[in-house]
C-alpha cells in the first residue's frame, strides 16, 4: 500500500448524503472511492444484526478499503464511511464496541474527515433505523472525530452541499 494516498473519509449520521456526496467527489477529483460495506452486508442479513455481525462488517469495510487502495492510481481516495461507524452503531445497540475495532481505531489513520450535517431531509429507507435520534447521533460523530483528535470538517448545504466538500477538500489539499 502507497502511504502517500490521502484518504478523506466521509460520515456522519444516517441520511446526510455520504454515498451520494463521496461518488460526486470521487467523480470530481477523478479518483477511488470505497463504498460502505455494511450496507451490502445488512443487505443480505436474514436475521437481526448481532455483535458479531458487526465484527464481520468492520472486517469487511478494512478490506474493501484495502482493495481500493491496491488500485488507485492517483494520490488521493474518498471513503463512503468508516469502521468509526461499528464502534457507534454497536455503542447505541449493544451498549458495547467489540475490542477488536477500539484497538483499531487510533491505528487507522484519516487524513481528513467530512462529516455531513444533518440539514437533508429525512430519507426513509429499509437499512435506516433512527429518524429521531439524528440530533443525537451528530453529538456522538462530534465527540467521537474529536476523541480521535481528527482533523475534520463540518459539511452543511441542500443545494451548495458539493461545493462546500470541495471547498473543504481543496483546502485541505492546500495544505499538503
Known amino acids: 500500500m502507497d502511504k502517500q494516498i490521502k484518504k478523506i473519509a466521509v460520515v456522519g449520521p444516517e441520511s446526510t448524503g455520504k454515498s451520494t456526496i463521496t461518488q460526486q467527489l470521487a467523480r470530481h477529483y477523478r479518483t477511488h472511492w470505497v463504498p460502505e460495506y455494511a450496507r451490502y452486508y445488512c443487505d443480505a442479513l436474514t436475521s437481526p444484526c448481532d455483535l458479531q455481525d458487526e465484527i464481520n462488517m468492520f472486517h469487511g469495510q478494512l ?3 484495502e482493495s481500493i487502495l491496491t488500485v488507485a492510481e492517483k494520490d488521493l481516495i474518498f471513503c463512503d464511511t468508516t469502521f468509526l461507524t461499528v464502534k457507534i452503531w454497536s455503542d447505541e445497540v449493544f451498549g458495547e464496541t467489540p475490542q477488536i475495532v477500539l484497538d483499531a481505531l487510533p491505528k487507522h ?12 431531509p429525512w430519507q426513509d429507507d429499509p437499512l435506516r433505523d433512527f429518524p429521531h435520534k439524528r440530533e443525537h447521533f451528530m453529538q456522538v460523530w462530534q465527540n467521537e472525530l474529536k476523541l480521535l483528535s481528527a482533523n475534520y470538517h463540518l459539511i452543511s448545504g441542500v443545494e451548495n452541499r458539493l461545493s462546500n466538500a470541495i471547498q473543504a477538500v481543496d483546502k485541505f489539499l492546500a495544505t499538503v
Open 109 to 120: 489513520h484519516y487524513d481528513l474527515y467530512l462529516l455531513m450535517d444533518i440539514d437533508l
Open 63 to 65: 478490506a474493501l478499503e
